[in-house]
């Protein structure tokens, strides 16, 4: 294997998990891009979709994460809690991912 295969190689094993956070698109709304990115810098927005919290609940949440390293300006941080706790409620309904070919059998 040459230097240069390598080099993409890595280049690919580093550019895997971007790819898979993005694999599932977050509802439409104004913060949506922000919460985007700042939540898929470190998971899949697949872990946000399975949420249902209340808003007390994503505020701690919210707030656990910045403490953690997520970058949320804090000019943002109420306009992130409404997104999340509109678009994932305590009530609604759970999360039903698709199914790929290779989980069916």
């Not at 997104?83 to 759970?94: G, T």
Request: proline letters at 6%; aromatic letters at 10%.
């Amino acid at each position: 294997m040459s230097k240069h295969d390598v080099f993409k190689f890595a280049l690919l094993f580093a550019a895997a998990p971007w790819t898979l956070a993005q694999s599932n698109e977050l509802p439409a709304g104004p913060m949506q891009a922000k919460v985007m990115t700042a939540c898929t810098e470190c998971h899949e927005s697949r872990i946000l979709l399975q949420q249902r919290l209340s808003k007390a609940a994503w505020t701690k949440e919210v707030d656990k994460m910045v403490k953690w390293g997520a970058f949320v300006d804090p000019a943002d941080r109420d306009g992130f809690i409404d997104y999340l706790s509109s678009n994932f409620p305590a009530d609604k309904a759970p999360y039903m991912a698709a199914r790929t070919a290779s989980q069916k059998k």
